[in-house]
Structures are given as C-alpha cells and as structure tokens.
C-alpha cells in the first residue's frame, strides 16, 4: 500500500532542526462541559470507570515476559490458540508492549517480532505458523518538496525501534524487519526542514510505501531556542518532549473547542472560568501579545458582554501556538507579559469539515490549485448559544459569528504570496423583558483583518518576510434601564458608546545565517492608528454601597474625539555561539508613540547552555514597555488621556531535563523548572469591580473602583512534569508558586488575580483505537477580595438606615479554587471521511466555586434579622457539551 505523508509545512526557513539539547524541553498544555437528559451521573461515571480500566488493562504487561506465558494469558481471554514448542520456544521473549487493545491484534504484535503468524484451524482454531521471508517495515522515497527532485543521503529514523536508513541516490530507502505497529518517522537533511511524520502504520508482512517531501531551510542556527518561558502547542509533532503535539491539546477538556480557555492549565496562566481572556504571571488580560499569521490582532474575542468567553479564532484552522510567558526575545514589542503566537494550517490536499456543538457550529475546507503551487483554507462558524437559551425562555440571545480565509502561491521556487482575511461579528439585544422594566440593550461589535504576507530566500543564507495589513474594530452599545419608581431604589442609568477603531500598518523582517554559529535578525514595524469615541453614560446610583464608586454616583460622563497617531518599531538581535554547548542571542528594540510622545530603548539578554545531551539550562533578562494605544482610553470611566508608556524589567532562570527509563515501567520523566522576577514601573491606572465578576455595563456598577498604583512586582516558581503509564496512558502536572502585588499608598496589595499556589493535573488514557478519555483538575488559592459589612444606624427620624463598611483592598481572599473535567471523544473511520463524537463535563464533582458577593443582599432589609455579610455568588456548577465532526 502506497500513503502520501500531509506532512505539517512550515514558513520557509523558520523550522526546528534542533537536538533534544539544543531545544526547549518546554511543556505546553491546554475547559470544558451539560450533560444530556438521558444520563445520570452514577452512569456516566461508571461508564467513565469503565473506559479508563479498559484503557489501561488491555495492552500493559507483556514486555519482557516469556511469549509462551504471553500466548496463555491471551487464551483465557477467550482466543482459541494452538502452537507447538517447536515454533514458540521457551527462551522467546515479548521484546515490546503491543500496541493494540484487542486481543488478536496483540497476537500479531507478539508473533511478529519472531517471525511467526496465525493461520485459521479446524474449529476457528488460530494457529500459529512460521511466516515465509516476506519483510515487515517501512520503504519510500524523499524528494525536495515542489521540484520532486531525489534526494539522497537523507537520515529517515525511527527512535521507538532504535532504526536507521539512508536514502540512495534515487531518493529511496527501506527499513525492514519492524514489528508490526505504528511509528514514528525523523527525516533529516543539512539544509532542510527535519520533517517528524507520526502515525506511520506497519501490518505483518507488508512493507507501508511513503513519499516524503523535505523543505528547503537556509538558516540553521534560527531553529536554537533561547527564549524561556516558552510553550509550544498543536504542532503536528513536538519539538521536544515537553510540547504537546495537536492530538494531546484537542483531547483536553476545553469548552467549545477554544484553544485560549485551554491556556489556564499551563503554569503561569490564569483566568476566570467564563471567559476566554487570560493573564500570563499576573499582568492583565492586554498586556499579552495575540498574533496570526504574524498580524496583531485587538481584542480578538466574542461575547464581550459576557467576559469575552469565546475568542474569534477558529480551532480547526491553527497548526501552531506558542505561548511565550516571560523573556521574549525583540522581535516582539510593546507588549509586556506574554506573546500568544498562532500559525494557521498550509493543506497539501482537498479537505473538508462540519461539526455542531452546544457552543459553535463550524464548517469549512482546505485545498490546492495550480498543480500544488498554490493553497487555501476557509473557515466559517456560527454561534449556538442564542439558539440554547432561546429554548431556555432567556430574554438575552447573544448572537456571534466569524469567518477566517486564506489564499497562498508559490511564486517560483524562493517566493511565496499569501492573502489573509479574517471577520468577526456580535449582537445582543434586549427590549422589555419585564412590565414594570423598561431594558432596552442593543450590543454589537466587530472586528475586521485583510492582510498580505510575503516570504522570499533572498540568497543561500538571507531570508525576509513581510506584512502590509489593515484592521478595523467597531464597538456599539446603547443600555437604557428604568425602573418604575427610581426613587425606591434610586437605580437607573444610560448609556450611548460608538468607537473604531482603524489600524494601518507594514512590517518586515530579515534574517541572516552569517555562519552556522552566527545568526543575526533585524526588522521594523510602522502602525497608524486612528479611533473615533462617541460616548455618553448618565447615571443615578443612590444606594449606601454608591460611595464607594471612583467616579460620582450621580452625573454625567462624555467624551467625543478623534484620536490618530503612529508607531515606529525597529529591532536587532544577534544570536551566536561562543563555545559548542552555549549559544548567546543580545537583541536592542526601539519604540517610538507619536501621540504620547514616548521613545523607548529595550535591551534584552537570552542565553542557553546544553548540559549532556539531555538537559538546558536557560537564562533571560530584558526591559519591556507597553504604551497606552489610541483605542485602550477608558472614557466610560472618566479617561481623556493617555499615559505614558509602563516599564517591566523581567529576569528569567530556567532548567529542563530528561530521566531516561525513570518513570514507572521503564517510561522517561520530563521536568521543567523555572523561576522569574518582574519589577514594574509607571504602571497604568485601571478599574475594576470589587465584589462582582461580570456585567454587561460595567461602568455603572456600585462596586467599580478606580486602582492607582505607584509601581508593582511579581515573582513565581514554576514545575511542569510528564510522562508516561505503559503505551496507553499519558500524564503531566504542573505546579506555580507566584505573587503579584501593586504598591498603593506605602501598602503592598495583591492584585485580583493574585493566587499564591496553584496545582494542574491531567491523564490522558487511549481507550482502544477509537476511544480517547481525558481528566483535567486543577487548583488554586482563592484569589483576593475585599471584605464587606452592614451595620445599622438611626437616621434623624429615628428609621434604621443601612451603613456598609469595606475593609482593607483585598485583604481577605474567596475559598480556594478547584474542580475536574473531563472529555471523552470517539472516531468511526468510514468510507468516505471520519466521523467524530465528544461529550465533556466541566465541574464533573459540581463544585459550587465562588465568584464573588451578592451586595445587593445587603440592601433588602433594614430589620434586625437581615444578613450581616453579602451572599456568595458561584460559578457554574456541572457543565456537559457535546459536539460532533464530520471530516472528508
């Protein structure tokens, strides 16, 4: 049988080719989940039960042991099995754990390796036989990708079999005398990409054919990683043993598919349970950088009215995300926490997709054109949670939709143009819910990307990629509440907010491979943003927790403008090796804001040292500056202008080592250490609430604080450990020690998001062929909370009259934090595509964590039996979903 391998393209000249030493053995990792009526949850967990013990009972144990005991144990499996002590001698041995979970694919596995076989017998009898000299294994031919020209010397490795074989001069090569299974393939060339193929199935006494297509990679010394802190997720392979490749990030339990909700399982990540935004090592949700394809993207998210909860981005459309925590090297600016960078998928053949879940129906499909020169990939998908909570009788139907298309040529054989567009769209709407209510909310917002990219090999060792783009992000928000008798309550409020957002830019780079030890970067970037404000809020807050509100309870706030200014960014950096097992990368970034008038130098440091073959020791240090931009003025709450830009100076120390055959059976252990230091100056004013999370209005909300801090740090340590339980079940925990305080009045006060000790755990167990469960828990303290109290008091007519006393800022903290999902998934191959089914359950024990405070139940009664402290808000309790895919 012949397979073409889709192996995964990447940009050319940017791919690993690195060793084990000389790559990051970083980690990276990745919500989830209402179940139907027609389960109860006794059932499902004993169905789980039975899966994870299926899973893990069906294929560990055999290796080692005598093949004879191995043939006995599978006879009281019920396989009727006849063999001879001539054929099946004492002294063979099972020389590796099949892979297979039915017993008579064990069988093969076994037999195989000794040159033995089954043959039906009398009475459905299996017998086992010596096989002819038919060879089992693997043979092919690599070839330069689009040329299809041989190549010859090519290195094509199997490192599970410990097997090698070089190409000849047609291109060709042969590996025979594999068991049978599936493997892994390394293919390895000086001057091009290392292509990983996984996946790769050999039967009993065939030989599986391949074509491998290599792609040309001039720089070599690019592929060294120096950086820290960085995590790689759904490649199609991992680059190192503590990536996670695409297949271990789509099994994790993350609601609607969305990779960002996955994000809070990695150390340092943290993030509210209803939304898709995230904090990198305690900074805000802004201070991280989002790219794909190489453009910044503002404010990519849906539901925006609901904290964001979903992001605009669609799943199925990614090969690649880095996620960079601290250290970054100067390519990346104006950003100071974190860069998310994503990396769309390049189809090699015609493809297509639907799939409907209780979150997000999706379609889409990828091809060539042009002989292969030339691809696309489009994507479209559609919101169901309006239709849910329609059929809930909800009076809020929010409503969301985004479409993503790409469009790449191959100009010539150094050349490549491609075309990117992406759009994005929500509404919610909201008129008269109640009679004695008027609530008139209308919502929309938008964002819109059209952007090219152009890559070209401008010599054996020069390689540039550029970028002319143009954005456009529309907000649109008219809230009008009104209560029949205001004066009760004293509640009542308006709302009108029109903003653009228009952002014009060009960015290119260049690298140059001076040397194999010498790699230099260097390249600019050039923005013009222009945001239009239209807003108007109006407001009567008369209740006793209003005086605690930044801004007057009572009044009017409006702002009206038209904002434009430009950045110009230019960096260098220059990575080279001084001594065989260190490799240096200095780099110098300039920034320059018109309309703040900031000009900022960032010097920054990353070496890394390979210890052994086996361990890397990493070391980063750095200045990081974020500006206030056009579109981030907070005019809701009283903004008008801008500040200066912030300061973090960042210092990074980190470890990474692999203990071969020290985990349990014989597996490797993966471990990652790191620990980081942020010291932040000129930190910019921001507002939050105090007591409850989320609201469609912010800005009108009693508890809305404004927080001023006069500077900050931050300081964490960080473990990430995986490995291995036989060949089924695969597992890693993580563990962050972490701080984040900002400096208020000669006080050190933790920020919101503060949670000294967190705890992350996940197993993965391959039920079968087709079966796939994955159990994530996490933890973590509870995070910071203000404390609250009521008092009564007589008014001057002698009524009791309601006196809320705040405590000190976030001097208390909320119960600490955990819960358990859980994603079970199953595959039918069929004819003509692959059918796909998952249910998850997010909170699968129905943990009721809390949220925040209920105030208002401080209000409802002035009578000596009302509460003396606000009533705890929750999260959701147990969450199912499920969805299903059709791929053809």
Partial sequence: MQRRVPVARRPLGLHPDATPAERPIMSAIVDGPRMSSGWSRPAALSLIASLLLSGVAAGDGFAGRPLVEALRELQSRGLAIFFTSNLVRPDMRVTEEPSAVEPRRILDQLLAPHGLGVEPGPGGRLVVVALGPRPTGIRGVVRVRRSAEPLAGVRVLVPAAGREAATAGDGSFELAGLAPGSYRLEVHLPGFVVERIAGVEVAPRRLTELVIELEPAPLALDEIIVTPSRMSLLRQEPVSGLDLDRDDILALPHL????????????????????ARFNVRGGRTDEVLVLLDRLELFEPYHLKDFSSSVSIIPPRA????????????????????GVLDMTTRLPDSLEAHVGFGIITAEAGGSGTFDRGRGRWLASVRRGSLDLALDFLGQAEKPRYWDAFAKLEHQLGPKQRLGLHALHSGDSLDVLNPEEDVTEIFRTGYGNSYAWLTHQAILGPALFADGVASFGRVTRDRTGIELEVEPEVEGAGFSIFDRRRLDVAGVKQDWSLAANPRHYVKWGFDVRRFVTDYDYANRRVLDDPLAPVRSEPRTGTTAFAARLRGEQYSAYLSDRFRPGGTLTVEMGLRFDRHTLTGDRNLSPRLNLVWAAGGRSALRLAWGLFYQSQRPYELQVEDGETELAPAERTEQRVVGFEHAFRGAGPGGSDLLLRIEGYERRIRRPRQRFEPLFEPISIFPEIENDRVRIRPQGGSAHGLEILLRGTLGRRVEWWTGYAYARIEDRIGGRDVPRRFDQPHALNLDVNVRAGDHWNVNLAWRYHSGWPTTAIARRLELDEDGEAEIVLELGPQNAERLPAYHRLDLRASREWRKRRGKLGFY??????????????????????DAGPEAVATPVEETWGGLLPSFGVTWEF
């Fill in 318 to 337: 990614l090969r690649e995300v880095n996620l960079i925590t601290g250290g970054f090297p100067v390519q990346y600016g104006d950003r100071m926490s």
């Fill in 256 to 275: 609607g598919d969305d990779v960002f909700r996955a994000l809070t399982l990695l150390p340092g990540v943290t993030g509210e349970e209803a939304s």
């Fill in 839 to 860: 249910l998850e359950i997010q909170n699968l024990y129905n943990r009721g964590n809390v949220a925040g405070f209920d105030v208002d139940s401080l209000l409802e």
